[in-house]
């Protein structure tokens, strides 16, 4: 069974940089992007970006100034980092498995972390 | 970037209703279009993908149509576990959009 599962701090002041990690267990890691999607309160969802396990990324342009995602495939992880973070990137953020390369049909997903900018 | 209409944003539904959710797109994207389902303080479900197939494990009570700029989703007949908010989802072209949520209550 595929199972991801999201990490990290759940709060930061405004300008700190947002680090979240994605453990991925139950899957073959090489053969999928795996993405960062997230969810303001009361809005809808965005996507962030995805990571491939050769570190090729692709990522929204709204967010690419900010965004960095890498991987660690010796322990079937990858990571979001966002910059200079503003109470407006207060979200959950999940962690999700594309079906295959670049079909960007997410089939699997982590159950989402509520990360909060405050100062 | 293609953006997403869905309608309504909110809908009151009984058990064993048929319900349905309409979105809309702003240019065609021919049949890449999926649904997914969010519950609070869980894993978003993969519903529908390319407008009309079934996700394996999905109840065949959920349906997809549509193709080009509209499309919907059924539930032929609500469960009580089918009360939470659905998105649809662009796949066509980069950045991938999602629809702003229809929340089904009770």
């Known amino acids: 069974q595929v199972q991801l599962q999201e990490s990290g701090p759940g709060l930061l002041k405004p300008s700190e940089t947002l680090s979240l990690t994605c453990s991925v267990s139950g899957s073959s890691f090489r053969s999928h992007y795996w993405n960062w999607i997230r969810q303001p309160p009361g809005k809808g969802l965005e996507w962030i970006g995805y990571i491939y396990y050769s570190g090729s990324s692709n990522y929204n342009p709204s967010l690419k100034s900010r965004v960095t995602m890498s991987v660690d495939t010796s322990r079937n992880q990858f990571s979001l980092k966002l910059s200079s973070v503003t109470a407006a990137d207060t979200a959950v953020y999940y962690c999700?498995?594309?079906?295959?390369?670049?079909?960007?049909?997410?089939?699997?997903w982590g159950q989402g972390t509520l990360v909060t900018v405050s100062s | 970037d293609i953006q997403m209409t869905q309608s309504p944003s909110s809908l009151s539904a009984s058990v064993g209703d048929r319900v349905t959710i309409t979105c809309r797109t702003s240019q065609t994207i021919g049949p890449y279009l999926n649904w997914y389902q969010l519950k609070p303080g869980k894993a978003p479900n993969l519903l529908i993908y390319t407008a009309s197939s079934l996700q394996s494990g999905v109840p065949s009570r959920f349906s997809g149509s549509g193709s080009g700029t509209d499309f919907t989703l059924t539930i032929s007949s609500l469960q009580p576990e089918d009360f939470a908010t659905y998105y649809c989802q662009q796949s066509y072209s980069n950045p991938i959009t999602f629809g702003q949520g229809t929340r089904l209550e009770i």
């Open positions: 999700a498995r594309d079906e295959g390369s670049g079909t960007y049909l997410f089939d699997n």
